[in-house]
């Protein structure tokens, strides 16, 4: 309504002057009530009486004061993301010529370019997005920004989210309207285009995507495991919500402060921004909330850009506003504040007694982009009834739906299996082999694409026609650990289609959910050196384990179902029932059948016994350094342990590998506790460190990839040393001489089932 009413004023001065007039009380009434549809909505009810007084209103004349302050925040923030998010800063990394590598565009027959080709395309988005941000060449450099994106947007699958898909809408947008109306490069050389007025629909489509981005994602949000707090179930350990915490339990900060609070604040942030009164509150909370979430994920500049789009919820006029009340000694460095001129392109209240003649065609156009986008856009995410492929416990591909943070992954076990198709030899592939990314396990078209890939490649190792099958062990939102795909399909032969139910893939066992709160009971029974898992089976299939000799101590209990366990060495066969548990051998493979009618349930309870020895050990040699130190240890040390009293590696030989996890540990322990203490200055210190060293490696392979492309590759060695030189990264003084010192030796992890 801010845009609406930026003709309110106007007609409050002139109802004031007339104010002695006499009226009747019909026509009183009646102007009272448009009056209130005014200055509540911004519009007269009559305005959406028909097309052509929709057309007018779409058409309104608007200051573009705002829409040019948002151009050019949206236009810094990506030139700020390319790097980053984008990739620039790696881009060798993930598209270095000749390498075996499978990708995941969302066409099969899209492919990268060569590498050097592939960073002309980001230097041309990256121009794009300079140009927006300065308002130069505008309309080319929406599209140099909006072609490249999307490209390599399609290119890859896996770092689809919402925020990325966000900033390529907004740069389709962008590329319609008339944002290079206001502190733009372009108005320095064209008067035409020099603070001049802009259609209400350019604000009314920014300020529709926005809201549904709020909105969708609020709905998406009444999903039950959010509701209930099991979608972002660690979140309240951050040390964000400690305030909270002061009281509040963790767990009601988990339900009340990041569910409820966060759905509320979804469903309510658009309305709240749309009106006059609740717009204040609303920019509070909303910028209170994206800075927090600027702390808690790494999700590159969508904060700030969602911060960026608050304004447009304002009074299009704000930027002027707030200009003229500065120093008038700044005014020549910041843009105008006098009232913008009349456009061509807009339809003024004057016209419209004229007829039909005022519209154009881009006016019309204007207007009927308005309603398809919009339309289009609150359809898409409830879409997935058309793709039904791309649908798997979660509907569609992560990034057009707006369901931002309700599902949350974790992965147990994941089984990669090929039979070469003319020997018929079995062997297990390293899940992600050939991957540079682990996306591909939660989504049936990617392991579509994946295992096509792995058909393809594994010829040069021999294997003829491979058959590959997966067998990934998944929990969504703290359930059962179960299957997400059929293992006994071959993927490779598999029928795949976007707009049909993929068949192999098993369903989400959803009558287990209220497990969880059994879940929870069992975990808080348990001492802090028991670690526990939940699995579910569908009838007929079973779980080939493999249990290292550290988990000696490591049992089944059978929750729901019936299961026949076969220890494999000894060929046995073990049948339990609900409520039965047994022993299992450490350092040999069992098999888990399910042989009740429907799923069964049960549990593996271990202890890590070297883990557990070690902590021991450990907190010995921490006492005896303690009493050395103070004194109370009268017997000297043997030379092995002579290493505790300088606790550090520096200049020393550590022969004992329990001295060394020692020593490495209590260095892990000093420079956490040194970055606790670290002042605001040594912080920004490092965070402009590191950026600095980002966007060097960004401009300086760039430049190398031009060079080729201009006058050819040098030799090998000197493109080498260029990359090595480009690809200098920031670290303290105290990491790098620790690099250099510390020996390679690796203490014992924590091994899982």
């Known amino acids: 309504p801010a845009t609406l009413k930026s003709e309110a004023s106007q007609v409050r001065r002139r109802k004031n002057h007339n104010a002695g007039a006499p009226e009747r009380p019909a026509a009183r009434s009646r102007h009272e009530q448009r009056s209130f549809m005014k200055q509540v909505f911004g519009f007269e009810c009559s305005d959406l009486s028909s097309w052509q007084r929709f057309v007018s209103l779409m058409n309104r004349p608007t200051d573009p004061a705002g829409l040019g302050v948002f151009r050019f925040l949206f ?22 010529d000749g390498l075996d590598v499978c990708r995941f565009p969302l066409f099969n027959n899209l ?24 308002g130069c060449f505008y ?17 890859d699958k896996t770092t689809w989210n919402n925020h990325s898909y966000l900033y390529g809408l907004i740069g389709f947008q962008l590329t319609l309207m008339n944002a290079n109306r206001y502190w733009s490069i372009d108005g320095l050389f064209s008067s035409r285009k020099r603070n001049a007025h802009v259609p209400l629909w ?5 300020r529709t995507q926005i809201f549904i981005v709020y909105f969708i994602a609020g709905i998406k949000k009444l999903d039950a495991d959010w509701v209930e707090g099991y979608s972002m179930g660690t979140l309240s350990r951050h040390w964000l919500f400690d305030p909270f915490k002061l009281f509040l339990t963790e767990e009601m900060t988990n339900l009340v402060v990041v569910h409820w609070c966060g759905l509320f604040l979804d469903l309510t942030a658009g309305y709240l921004l749309f009106f006059d009164v609740t717009r204040p509150i609303a920019m509070f909370f909303v910028s209170y909330f994206h800075c927090m979430n600027s702390q808690l994920f790494s999700i590159g500049m969508f904060s700030y850009t969602m911060l960026a789009t608050s304004p447009l919820f304002c009074y299009p006029d704000w930027p002027r506003r707030l200009v003229s ?5 700044l005014h020549c460095f910041l843009p105008h504040t006098q009232s913008p001129q009349k456009s061509p392109e807009c339809v003024y209240p004057g016209q419209r007694g004229k007829g039909n003649a005022q519209y154009g065609l881009r006016q019309k156009l204007g207007a009927i982009f308005t309603v398809l986008y919009i339309l289009e856009q609150l359809f898409l995410p409830y879409s997935h009834f058309i793709t039904q492929g791309y649908n798997n416990w979660t509907n569609g591909l992560y990034g057009y739906s707006w369901d931002m943070m309700v599902h949350s992954r974790s992965h147990q076990h994941v ?9 018929g030899e079995i062997g297990y592939l390293n899940p992600g082999v050939f991957t540079q990314t682990r996306r591909w396990k939660d989504h049936a078209d990617m392991l579509k694409q994946y295992a096509t890939c792995l058909h393809g490649l594994l ?42 139910k993929t068949p192999w893939v098993k369903p989400l066992l959803v009558d287990l959910s209220p497990w969880r709160l059994k879940f929870q ?39 729901q179902g019936e299961v026949s366990v076969e220890i494999v060495k000894d060929s046995k066969n073990f049948t339990l029932k609900e409520g039965d548990r047994m022993q299992l051998p450490g350092g040999e493979y069992h098999k888990v059948f399910t042989v009740s009618s429907g799923p069964s349930c049960y549990m593996y309870l271990y202890v890590n016994i070297t883990a557990v020895t070690l902590e021991k050990n450990l907190t010995r040699l921490q006492e005896l350094k303690e009493r050395v130190e103070n004194g109370s240890e009268s017997a000297p040390l043997p030379p092995e342990l002579q290493p505790l009293l300088s606790g550090t590696l520096d200049g020393i030989n550590v022969t004992d590998p329990l001295v060394l996890t020692y020593l490495r540990r209590q260095k892990r322990i000093e420079e956490a506790e040194r970055r606790r203490n670290a002042t605001v200055v040594q912080r920004f210190e490092k965070f402009f460190n590191k950026k600095y060293y980002l966007l060097r490696r960004s401009f300086l392979m760039t430049v190398i990839s031009l060079r080729n492309l201009i006058v050819g590759r040098p030799s090998l060695d000197q493109l080498a040393d260029e990359v090595a030189f480009a690809s200098i990264k920031y670290e303290d003084s105290r990491q790098q001489e620790d690099k250099t010192r510390e020996p390679s030796t690796r203490e014992p992890e924590h091994t899982d089932l």
């Open 75 to 96: 236009g810094l923030l990506m030139v700020l993301d390319i790097p980053q998010e984008r990739g620039l800063s790696y881009l060798d990394h993930k598209y270095l």
């Open 111 to 134: 492919q990268p370019l060569p590498l050097d080709w592939m960073y002309l395309v980001y230097i041309i988005m990256l121009l794009g997005a300079l140009g927006i941000t300065l």
């Open 139 to 155: 309309r080319l450099s929406c599209l140099l920004f909006v072609v490249p994106y999307w490209y390599v947007f399609f290119l």
């Open 202 to 206: 350019n604000y009314t489509v920014l």
């Open 325 to 329: 009340k500065l120093p008038r000694c």
């Open 415 to 423: 089984k990669v299996t090929y039979k070469d198709g003319g020997t």
């Open 459 to 500: 010829g040069a190792y021999n294997i003829s026609e491979p058959e590959i099958y997966f067998d990934v062990w998944v929990s969504i939102n703290d359930r059962f650990q179960q299957r997400l795909y059929d293992p006994t399909v071959d993927i490779v032969k598999a029928d795949w289609s976007p707009f049909h």
């Open 521 to 559: 009971e069992i975990e808080s029974s348990l001492d802090n050196q028991t670690d526990v898992v939940f699995i579910a089976d569908f009838p007929g299939l079973y779980l080939e384990n493999y249990l290292h000799e550290d988990l000696g101590n490591t049992s089944i209990h059978v929750l």
